[in-house]
C-alpha cells in the first residue's frame, strides 16, 4: 500500500504533543486530532499543522508558544527537512529533498498500484449511478452522472473497498406504459393507421425508429391487440432501448457489474417491507391509498406508497430496493448518484431508510446539477440530428470519450457545468484534457527517445535529483494516495481533475527547465527514471477517472 504523507505528519505530530506533555511542557489535557493540511501558499512549507491553536485555551498558553514546544519535540524524520512556527500558531513543514528523491524508486516499485490504500478493509459498497428509465436514450445529464459514478466507484476500489456497480432499470410504472404506448401507436400509423398519440407521448424520432424496426422484424404481427399495447411491445421496446444505453455506456468505456430490475421486486421484497413499515407504525390508509408516515421521521408531510389505483408509487419501489440493497444484499454503504430533478426525493429516502432499522448515514445520496453546451459562446439548446434532445452519444462522438468524462468531472457535482464543445476539440494546451494528456505523450516520448539512444533509467541514481523543478514535480507525485484517500471519504470526484492538472503542470515545468537526456548520463539517466515515475502517476490518475493515457498526440 502506498505511504500517504499527511497521515505520517500527522503522526509525527501527534506523537510530539505526548512527549511535550510526558516532559511537562505542555499540561496533560485531552488532545484533539491533530489535522495537517496542505498550505495556499507554497513558502508556508508542504504542510501545516493547526494542532497549537486548537490546545491553547485548554492548556492556557498562548497558541505560538504551544507551537515552538510541540516542534522542539518532533521525533526525527528522514521524511521532514525544515520545521517552523508561523503566526498565529502553525507549525509548518517542508519535505525533506533527499526523502523526496528517494520516492521515486518508491514509486517505480509499486508501479500501476501506486496509490492504493487499504483504508476501505475490504467493506462491501455500492455505488449506483445514471440508471435512467429505459425509455429513452441517455442525455447529457446522465453522462454527467455516468462521469461522477463510475470515477467515485474506480477510487473507492482503488483505496480498499469491494465496490459493485449498479444500474437500476426501471422497467415498471407508468413511464415504461406511456413508452410502450407511444411505440405501439407509432408501430401502427406505420401501417397507415389513424392513431391518436396519446397524451403525455413520447414524441421524439428515436420512438419512430424503433417501431420501424419492429416493424421490419415482426411484420404486422401485433396489430389488432386489444389495449393500449400488446405486453410484447413492452417487452421488446425496454429491451431495444437498453441495448442503445448500453451502447452508450460502451462508448464512454464503462461496465457495470450488475443490472438489477425493478420489476424483479414485486411481489415478494415489497410486500416483504410493507409488512415491515406496517409493523413499525410508518403505514397509514387515507383517501383511499397507502402511505408512508414520513412526517413521524421529521418529514414535512406524507408520502403515498400505493396509489388508490392499486398500483406502488416510484417512492415504494425505491424503498423496496434498497432495502435489497441493505438488507438482502448486505452492502454496508450505497451511494447514489442522482439528477438535479431528485433532489426533493432525498429527504424521504433518507427517512424510508430509517424506519428499515438501517442508519441513514449508510446511505450517501450525491446530487449533480445540469450541464449546459456551448460552441464558440453560443449555449447549444437542441440536437442537429434529432431536432430535440440532445444525446450522451452525440457529444461523445463530437469530441471524444476522455474530454467527455474530464469535463463532466470538471466541476464539484453541486455546481452547474459549462461544457465548450469547442474548447473540448481544441489540440492546444488551453484545453485542459489535450494539456493533461499531451503531458503523458510527451513522458512517452522522452523515453522512447531515450530508448532509442540505448539509455535505460532503470539504473539511475536519485540521489542526483535535485534541482526544484525537479523536486517540485515529486511533490506531486507523492500527493496521489492521500488524494485518492482525500476522494474516497469525501466522495468529491472533482478533486481528481485538479489533481491531473497540477501534474501535467509539474511536468511541463520540469521538461523547460531540466533536459533529460543531455552529455550528463549520470544525471539523464536520474530524470530519465522520474519521468518513468513521472508517467506511472499520471497514467494511474486518468486511469481513475476512466480516461486513455495516450503515448502519441
Not at 410484447?232 to 432501448?241: L, N, Q, T, V
Not at 410486500?271 to 391509498?289: D, H, I, T, Y
Not at 464558440?376 to 470519450?401: C, D, F, H, P, Y
Given at each position: 500500500m502506498s505511504l500517504v504523507v499527511r497521515w505520517e505528519i500527522e503522526s509525527l505530530v501527534q506523537e510530539a504533543v505526548r512527549r511535550a506533555q510526558e516532559a511537562g511542557r505542555i499540561p496533560p489535557v485531552a488532545l484533539p486530532q491533530a489535522t495537517v493540511e496542505r498550505p495556499q501558499r507554497q513558502e508556508h512549507g508542504d504542510y501545516a499543522s493547526n494542532i497549537a491553536l486548537r490546545l491553547a485555551r485548554a492548556v492556557r498558553m498562548p497558541s505560538m508558544a504551544v507551537a515552538q514546544v510541540?516542534?522542539?519535540?518532533?521525533?526525527?524524520?528522514?521524511?521532514?527537512?525544515?520545521?517552523?512556527?508561523a503566526p498565529p500558531g502553525f507549525i509548518n513543514f517542508a519535505l525533506a529533498p533527499e526523502w523526496l528523491a528517494s520516492q521515486v524508486d518508491q514509486i517505480l516499485a509499486q508501479g500501476d498500484g501506486f496509490g492504493s490504500l487499504a483504508v476501505g478493509c475490504g467493506e462491501k459498497v455500492q455505488v449506483e449511478f445514471v440508471s435512467a428509465n429505459p425509455t429513452g436514450p441517455l442525455t447529457v445529464g446522465a453522462g454527467r452522472g455516468l462521469a461522477i459514478g463510475d470515477t467515485l466507484a474506480r477510487v473507492l476500489a482503488?483505496?480498499?473497498?469491494?465496490?459493485?456497480?449498479?444500474?437500476?432499470?426501471?422497467?415498471?410504472?407508468t413511464q415504461t406504459e406511456s413508452f410502450a404506448t407511444?411505440?405501439?401507436?407509432?408501430?401502427?400509423?406505420?401501417?397507415?393507421?389513424?392513431?391518436?398519440v396519446p397524451p403525455g407521448a413520447y414524441t421524439a424520432q428515436y420512438v419512430w425508429d424503433l417501431a420501424e424496426e419492429i416493424r421490419q422484424e415482426w411484420g404486422d404481427r401485433f396489430l389488432g391487440a386489444e389495449g393500449p399495447y400488446p405486453?410484447?411491445?413492452?417487452?421488446?421496446?425496454?429491451?431495444?432501448?437498453l441495448a442503445r444505453i448500453r451502447d452508450d455506456l460502451a462508448l464512454m468505456g464503462v461496465e457495470y457489474d450488475s443490472w438489477f430490475s425493478e420489476r424483479s421486486l414485486y411481489p415478494e421484497t415489497f410486500?416483504?417491507?410493507?409488512?415491515?413499515?406496517?409493523?413499525?407504525?410508518?403505514?397509514?390508509?387515507?383517501?383511499?391509498?397507502i402511505w408512508f408516515v414520513s412526517s413521524a421521521l421529521g418529514e414535512d408531510k406524507d408520502n403515498v406508497l400505493v396509489r388508490s389505483n392499486g398500483k406502488p408509487t416510484y417512492f415504494a419501489s425505491d424503498i423496496a430496493?434498497?432495502?435489497?440493497?441493505?438488507?438482502?444484499?448486505?452492502?454496508?454503504?450505497?451511494?447514489?448518484?442522482?439528477?438535479?430533478?431528485?433532489?426533493?426525493?432525498?429527504?424521504?429516502?433518507?427517512?424510508?431508510?430509517?424506519?428499515?432499522?438501517?442508519?441513514?448515514?449508510?446511505?450517501v445520496i450525491i446530487i449533480h446539477q445540469l450541464v449546459t453546451l456551448k460552441r464558440?459562446?453560443?449555449?447549444?439548446?437542441?440536437?442537429?440530428?434529432?431536432?430535440?434532445?440532445?444525446?450522451?452519444?452525440?457529444?461523445?462522438?463530437?469530441?471524444?470519450?476522455d474530454a467527455a468524462r474530464f469535463f463532466f468531472l470538471s466541476r464539484a457535482p453541486q455546481s452547474h457545468v459549462e461544457f465548450d464543445l469547442e474548447l473540448a476539440k481544441r489540440q492546444s494546451m488551453d484545453n485542459p484534457v489535450y494539456y493533461v494528456q499531451y503531458a503523458h505523450a510527451r513522458m512517452a516520448g522522452i523515453l522512447a527517445h531515450a530508448s532509442e539512444r540505448g539509455l535505460d533509467g532503470s539504473h539511475g541514481d536519485v540521489g542526483l535529483l535535485r534541482e526544484e523543478a525537479e523536486l517540485a514535480l515529486i511533490r506531486q507525485l507523492v500527493r496521489l494516495p492521500e488524494t485518492v484517500e482525500y476522494v474516497a471519504r469525501k466522495l468529491e470526484p472533482h478533486v481528481l481533475p485538479y489533481y491531473a492538472l497540477d501534474l501535467a503542470t509539474a511536468f511541463h515545468d520540469f521538461y523547460e527547465r531540466c533536459r533529460v537526456v543531455s552529455e550528463d548520463v549520470a544525471l539523464s539517466l536520474a530524470r530519465l527514471k522520474l519521468v518513468k515515475a513521472a508517467k506511472t502517476v499520471l497514467a494511474r490518475t486518468l486511469h481513475l477517472m476512466g480516461m486513455s493515457a495516450p503515448d502519441r498526440m
Open positions: 510541540i516542534a522542539e519535540h518532533l521525533p526525527p524524520s528522514p521524511m521532514v527537512g525544515m520545521v517552523e512556527v482503488a483505496a480498499g473497498y469491494r465496490v459493485e456497480k449498479e444500474y437500476y432499470i426501471n422497467d415498471a410504472g407511444t411505440l405501439y401507436a407509432r408501430y401502427r400509423q406505420l401501417f397507415g393507421e389513424e392513431v391518436e405486453p410484447e411491445m413492452h417487452e421488446i421496446g425496454i429491451r431495444k432501448m410486500q416483504k417491507v410493507m409488512e415491515m413499515l406496517s409493523r413499525r407504525g410508518f403505514v397509514a390508509e387515507k383517501e383511499g391509498a430496493y434498497h432495502y435489497h440493497k441493505f438488507l438482502e444484499r448486505g452492502f454496508k454503504r450505497v451511494v447514489d448518484v442522482w439528477g438535479a430533478d431528485h433532489q426533493g426525493h432525498v429527504p424521504r429516502m433518507k427517512a424510508a431508510v430509517a424506519a428499515l432499522g438501517i442508519d441513514p448515514e449508510r446511505l464558440g459562446g453560443q449555449e447549444v439548446r437542441v440536437s442537429k440530428r434529432a431536432g430535440e434532445i440532445i444525446t450522451l452519444r452525440e457529444v461523445v462522438q463530437e469530441v471524444g470519450a
